[in-house]
C-alpha cells in the first residue's frame, strides 16, 4: 500500500490568552513565504493570519490568535522555519516582551494511504461499522457507506490522539487520516526548531509502529 505525510502542523496553546496580538512588520509578513504576490495577511475568527495561495494544499498558514499559535505545511522543514521565523519576529516586536509560556501543545499530522482492496466507504464500512450493526438477511442487500470515523486514543491522564478517517478525495481506493496528538504539558515558551524537529520524529515513528496497524490491520 503506498503511504505518505499530506501535511504538519504544529498548535500551541497559551499559558494565559494574548489580550493584544503584536502588530508584525508588513514587509517581513509578505516575504514570509519568499512570494509576496501570493501571500495574504490579515485578521480571521481566530487571530491574525499568514497564508500563502501557491500551488500546494493544504497551504502553508501560520495563525497567532489570542488562544493559539499554529503552523501549517506540506513540508516538515517548512514548519520549523515558520515557527522559528516567527518567534524571532514576536521577540522583536515587543522588544523581548512577549509571553510565550504554553500550557498545552499539538503535534498533528495528516496522512494517506492508497491502494485498499475495496472502494474506500465501503473499506471504512466494513472495518469500522458492519460489526456493530444488526445486519438481518432482509438487509443483506443493504449497502453501507462511511464517510467519517472519528474517535480518540487516550495515551495516557495528558496526553491523547484525536483521529478522523475519511476516504480520500478523488482516490476511490484511498483513505485519509488527521491525527492529533494533544499533550497537555507546559512549554516555558515556543520550542527551538531541533526540538520540535524531534518531537515530530517521534511522532511519526509512532504513527508508522503503532498507531497505522490499529487503523489498518
Known amino acids: 500500500m503506498d503511504y505518505k505525510i499530506v501535511s504538519y502542523s504544529f498548535v500551541g ?3 494565559k490568552p494574548i489580550l493584544q496580538i503584536p502588530l508584525l512588520d ?3 509578513c509578505m516575504d514570509l513565504f519568499n512570494d509576496p504576490y501570493n501571500t495574504n495577511t490579515g485578521m480571521s475568527n481566530g487571530g491574525f493570519v499568514i497564508n500563502y ?3 500546494t494544499n493544504p497551504s502553508p498558514t501560520v495563525l497567532i490568535g489570542p488562544e493559539r499559535i499554529m503552523f501549517l505545511s506540506q513540508e516538515l522543514e517548512q514548519v520549523l522555519d515558520l515557527l522559528e521565523k516567527i518567534k524571532a519576529e514576536l521577540l522583536k516586536v515587543t522588544n523581548n516582551n ?5 500550557k498545552a501543545y499539538g503535534i498533528n499530522t495528516e496522512h494517506e494511504w492508497v491502494g485498499l482492496d475495496m472502494q474506500s466507504s ?3 464500512s466494513k472495518k469500522f461499522v458492519i460489526g456493530g450493526l444488526n445486519i438481518k438477511e432482509k438487509h443483506k442487500n443493504y449497502q453501507v457507506l462511511t464517510t467519517d470515523i472519528n474517535f480518540q486514543i487516550i495515551l495516557d491522564q495528558n496526553q491523547k490522539l484525536v483521529i478522523l478517517l475519511q476516504p480520500r478525495a478523488n482516490v476511490p481506493n484511498g483513505i485519509f487520516a488527521s491525527i492529533n496528538h494533544h499533550k497537555d504539558e507546559i512549554l516555558e515558551t515556543l520550542p527551538e ?7 515530530f520524529k517521534e511522532e511519526i515513528a509512532l504513527i508508522k509502529k503503532d498507531i497505522s496497524n490499529l487503523i489498518l490491520k
Open 13 to 15: 496553546v497559551w499559558q
Open 26 to 28: 508588513k514587509k517581513f
Open 53 to 55: 495561495q501557491g500551488k
Open 98 to 102: 512577549f509571553p510565550m509560556k504554553l
Open 122 to 124: 465501503s473499506w471504512l
Open 193 to 199: 526548531k531541533d526540538t520540535l524537529n524531534e518531537l
